[in-house]
C-alpha cells in the first residue's frame, strides 16, 4: 500500500552525491508526490528543481537539506506552506527553527528522510 505524501524537498540538487538527490529519487521510487525547490534548477528523477519559493498547499512533509544558516530565508515561507511536519535530516538541525514551527502546530521530525524511507516509517 502507498501513502502519498505529498514532500517538499527544500535544497534538492542535480548532484547524485548529495542526500537530497536520493531523497527525490527514493520519495519517487515509493509513490510520494514531490516538489523541489534548489539553488539551481534542473532535474531529478523527472521532478524539476524549482529555484524561486512560489506557494503551495496541502504539503504533509518539508523535508530540509539546508544548513541552520540558510534555513532562515525559508522559515516564514515554511510556516506559510503550513506542512503537517519538518524533517530536519543530519546537519540541518536547528532549535531555533523548531520553536517557531512548534508554536504553528507543525510537527518538528529530527531524522533522515532515507532512513525513515528505507524503513517504512516515513
Do not use: W
Amino acid at each position: 500500500m502507498i501513502k502519498n505524501k505529498k514532500t517538499l524537498v527544500l535544497g534538492a540538487t542535480t548532484k547524485p552525491e548529495r542526500y537530497a538527490f536520493k531523497a527525490v529519487n527514493m520519495l519517487v521510487d515509493k509513490g510520494h508526490s514531490v516538489l523541489a525547490l534548489g539553488q539551481n534548477a534542473g532535474e531529478v528523477a523527472g521532478i524539476k528543481i524549482q529555484t524561486k519559493a512560489i506557494p503551495l498547499k496541502n504539503i504533509d512533509t518539508v523535508t530540509l537539506y539546508l544548513n541552520p544558516m540558510r534555513q532562515r530565508d525559508y522559515y516564514n515561507y515554511i510556516v506559510d506552506t503550513k506542512p503537517k511536519r519538518v524533517i530536519f535530516n543530519p546537519g540541518t538541525e536547528n532549535p531555533e527553527f523548531y520553536q517557531l514551527l512548534k508554536l504553528n502546530d507543525i510537527k518538528v521530525e529530527v531524522a533522515c528522510t532515507l532512513v525513515l524511507l528505507s524503513t517504512n516509517q516515513y
